[in-house]
């Protein structure tokens, strides 16, 4: 036993506290900071969006955060293990994590080929989506970018713009469908590859390679966003844009759709409910401050996507009025800002090759280290499972592979000429808001009121030397379960099918497929739940009480140990005195 166990090779800790932080914001500060967030304020009030979005980073966003940093620094688990330890009954919350996270993991990193492939073209003598010469190019396509071009309103409606054919007809190869797969984009497909390669080396060794690697995925993108945000505020046309990105408009606040997208937009950017900080966190050291770590990183992701808005927009104000149309017209979210409006932006600047290539590398450094932290997040959760297994010499390297290679499999359908259907399929069902929202209720509800928010303020006491401020107490008892809930059971009400392009409606069958991955993660968290309380012996009391007590093999906190002294003190001291009684008695 003892020469098996000699095999099984440390967890480790990451080589320094800066490792951690970097790791985090990384996984944090992603793509829906540039290309998400920015529209949602445009689109929902400007300004006023910023109430609803602060009611949620505080009842929801901070509070979340810093449980599951201090779930992971604690019990020094992984995303489900680390449930098996706390509150055993809530284990299904990890593992819908984990598969909201595989989920996440086989289509996000599709976004990367995209960019490396927009990258490559960004140094050609002359950018191929600002001409109409190209073989892929139709007799309607119109190229904003001419000077001489004289545009009018039934011009831009009965004509496509150069951007966007490259988009559709050169990088998607767009088919009419979902039903119509069509051949595979072979340039993409190499595209993909090569990301899997990279994102492979980036986390093969653990925390002792991602450690290192985050020092430049992690802190170079900041670097590209001030260049494009100094260059996009120096345009014409900027101050005209920033306005329309933070123009408030207050009546927007009674839409409940407007406190849904902020909500949603908390959960996804704060990368909360779903084990990613559980897993970074469990590499920290066991008296690391992660209350003072979890709030600088929340705020440091909101200020990002603040700012990340007045680059965008200011952009977005230029190619407005270089085209003399409304900003709503030309303002995009997700892939249609990435891929269409800004590179139509940047093809109308001077020096269009340089902006293309800074902006595409900060889009492939944002996105790839959001994609290998939730690699890791998985590969350490699934090592935590079984490590007598999986964490001997080699073994990590040998897993890591399969699971990018089935991912990679399970992808392949992504790279076809039908690939962005389903792609879409997976982005709005499969990791969408409802699933998210659907685990931090059961997150909040298990550890505030089974495990017990107090004892996890006794934890956070005990490894920071600091009590956090008692409105955490209230969040995780009351607020973040409550506005969770409701914000779910809203996106559920105004659930609307999904579309593309506003006018491709899916089949039936799509539709079904994308409502079984939503639900796929949904039901694990109570159908574990009822598993285990059938599976378990004794009364239906017993099994309760059996799966709401954590581990006591958990390290005590100074007051636990205290409080055990006191009593083991006072038993003593009953002891002696009815030994003392005993005798006395004895003696008469």
């Known amino acids: 036993m003892d020469r098996i166990e000699g095999q099984i090779e440390e967890r480790g800790y990451w080589g320094s506290k800066a490792e951690f932080l970097l790791a985090v914001a990384g996984n944090v500060v992603g793509l829906g900071n540039v290309w998400r967030f920015p529209y949602l304020c445009y689109k929902y009030g400007g300004g006023a969006f910023l109430i609803p979005y602060l009611v949620f980073v505080f009842t929801c966003g901070v509070p979340l955060f810093l449980l599951e940093t201090a ?11 680390c449930w098996h330890r706390l509150c055993p009954l809530a284990e299904g919350i990890g593992y819908a994590g984990q598969l909201i996270l595989l989920y996440s993991c086989m289509y996000y990193i599709i976004i990367l080929a995209w960019a490396l492939f927009y990258l490559v073209f960004s140094f050609s003598s002359q950018l191929p989506w600002a001409s109409c010469d190209n073989t892929w190019n139709t007799d309607d396509c119109i190229n904003l970018v001419a ?33 119509e797969i069509g051949k595979i984009n072979w340039e993409i497909l190499l595209c993909l590859i090569a990301m899997w390669i990279i994102c492979y080396f980036c986390i093969w060794k653990g925390v002792k390679s991602t450690g290192k690697v985050v020092y ?23 101050l005209q844009g920033v306005v329309f990105y933070l123009y408030p408009e207050p009546a927007r606040l009674s839409d409940p759709q407007v406190w849904l997208e902020a909500g949603a937009q908390i959960l996804f950017s704060y990368s909360v409910s779903v084990g990613t900080l559980t897993v970074l966190a469990s590499y920290n050291k066991y008296n690391n401050n992660c209350y003072r770590d979890s709030l600088w990183l929340c705020l440091l992701n909101s200020c990002t996507s603040f700012v990340a808005g007045f680059a965008v927009f200011s952009v977005l104000g230029f190619m407005a009025q270089e085209q003399g149309v409304p900003i709503a017209e030309v303002a995009e979210s997700g892939p249609g800002l990435a891929f269409i409006a800004y590179p139509q932006a940047v093809a109308m600047m001077p020096l269009p090759q340089f902006w293309a290539v800074c902006f595409f590398i900060m889009i492939i450094l944002l996105g790839l280290d959001t994609q290998f932290v939730s690699m890791e997040a998985v590969m350490t959760s699934v090592m935590d499972l079984f490590p007598m297994i999986l964490r001997r010499p080699g073994r990590r390297e040998c897993f890591l592979l399969l699971f990018c290679l089935t991912c990679f499999l399970g992808q ?60 955490f107490m209230l969040c995780w008892k009351y607020l973040t379960p409550l506005v969770s809930l409701m914000s779910f059971v809203c996106s559920l009400v105004e659930y609307t099918p999904l579309t593309f392009n506003r006018w491709y409606v899916y089949p039936d069958w799509a539709y079904a497929l994308g409502w079984l991955l939503a639900l796929s993660s949904i039901v694990l968290v109570p159908g574990w739940a009822l598993g285990q309380m059938f599976a378990r012996k004794g009364s239906l009391k017993q099994r309760w009480s059996h799966l709401c007590s954590p581990d006591k093999e958990l390290p005590l906190t100074c007051k636990q140990r205290a409080e055990m002294k006191k009593s083991v003190f006072t038993t003593e001291m009953e002891d002696l005195v009815r030994t003392d009684t005993d005798e006395h008695e004895n003696g008469h």
Do not use: H
């Open 71 to 81: 779930m992971g620094q604690y019990t020094q688990e992984g995303g489900i293990t």
């Open 147 to 179: 000077k001489n071009l004289t545009l009018n309103r039934t011009m831009l409606i009965n004509s496509t713009p150069a951007a966007t054919e490259f988009w559709e007809r050169r990088v998607l190869s767009l088919s009419g469908g979902i039903e």
């Open 216 to 238: 430049f995925t992690a802190t170079f993108p900041y670097v590209m966003l001030l260049v494009l945000l100094i260059r996009g505020l120096t345009l014409p046309g900027a």
């Open 412 to 471: 392949f359908i992504m790279v076809t000429e039908g690939g962005m259907y389903v792609f879409q399929l997976f982005d709005y069902y499969a990791c969408n808001g409802a699933c998210v929202l659907f685990l931090s209720v059961f997150e909040s509800l298990a550890m505030g009121w089974i495990f017990g928010a107090e004892r996890m303020f006794d934890i956070i006491e005990d490894m920071t030397k600091s009590r956090p401020n008692y409105m």
